[in-house]
């Protein structure tokens, strides 16, 4: 069965700080998404990793994919109010192709 | 862009009735998911689809079915309401590996 965990659940960091989202799974597969959720609306799509050693970035946010230790990594870099939002990550089974989103990472700027 | 669309945003039914809730995607895509989101609890898929009249079960089908007739039409059937499904229903789409596309959401009370 595939298991998808992140941490933090909960993250509350200061702007200007960099800070990571792990993002890790039980099973194999290649292919892993990010999203982005603002409170009251839909999912967003961020990055798609696609292989073991892929790398994507966006702004202030990076994310790259081991597909060997089963993680991946969410980074954001000098974090702006902006990005406030609940992050998850989702991963599809090679096995019959479902995906299976993690729990959430709700994460909180400060100015 | 690609277009889902849920055909309620907010619905409230009674324990014991038959719901069922639409999603229309406008993009051809062959793949189309339902999940539920609860607080705290992530997004848990429920059924999902690869192609018209086929069907495959997610984390928790149980209470649910699914219909699929014409490619661009996915349905979630809720046989007989019961309040544990209390929820906010996200459809989404895609095409291969490309990310999902959601809808906004279909928020259900049932009373």
């Known amino acids: 069965e595939l298991k998808v965990e992140q941490n933090p659940l909960f993250l509350s960091m200061q702007e200007g700080k960099n800070y990571t989202i792990y993002c890790n799974y039980s099973?194999?597969?290649?292919?892993l998404y990010w999203y982005r959720q603002d409170p009251g609306k839909s999912l967003e799509s961020l990055f798609v990793?696609?292989?073991?050693?892929a790398v994507k970035q966006e702004g202030r946010l990076m994310a790259s994919l081991d597909t060997k230790a089963r993680l991946s990594t969410l980074h954001i870099t000098a974090a702006v109010h902006d990005l406030s939002a609940t992050y998850f990550c989702?991963?599809?089974?090679?096995?019959?192709?479902?995906?299976?989103f993690g729990k959430g990472t709700r994460l909180h700027i400060l100015p | 862009d690609v277009k889902v669309t849920q055909s309620s945003r907010y619905l409230v039914k009674r324990t014991g009735e038959k719901v069922f809730l639409e999603c229309v995607q406008d993009?051809?895509?062959?793949?189309m998911f339902w999940y539920r989101q609860d607080p705290g609890l992530g997004l848990r898929l429920i059924y999902f689809?690869?192609?018209?009249?086929?069907?495959e079960k997610g984390d928790i089908p149980e209470g649910y079915s699914v219909s699929r007739e014409k490619k661009e039409r996915f349905s979630l059937i809720l046989e007989s309401a019961s309040t544990n499904q209390t929820s906010m229903y996200l459809c989404?789409?895609?095409?291969?590996?490309?990310?999902?596309?959601f809808g906004n959401g279909t928020r259900l009370t049932v009373t």
């Open positions: 989404a789409s895609s095409l291969d590996q490309s990310p999902l596309h």
């Open positions: 099973t194999t597969s290649d292919r």
């Open positions: 990793l696609l292989s073991n050693g």
């Open positions: 989702a991963v599809a089974w090679n096995r019959d192709d479902k995906i299976i």
């Open positions: 993009m051809d895509h062959e793949n």
């Open positions: 689809s690869y192609d018209v009249k086929m069907k």
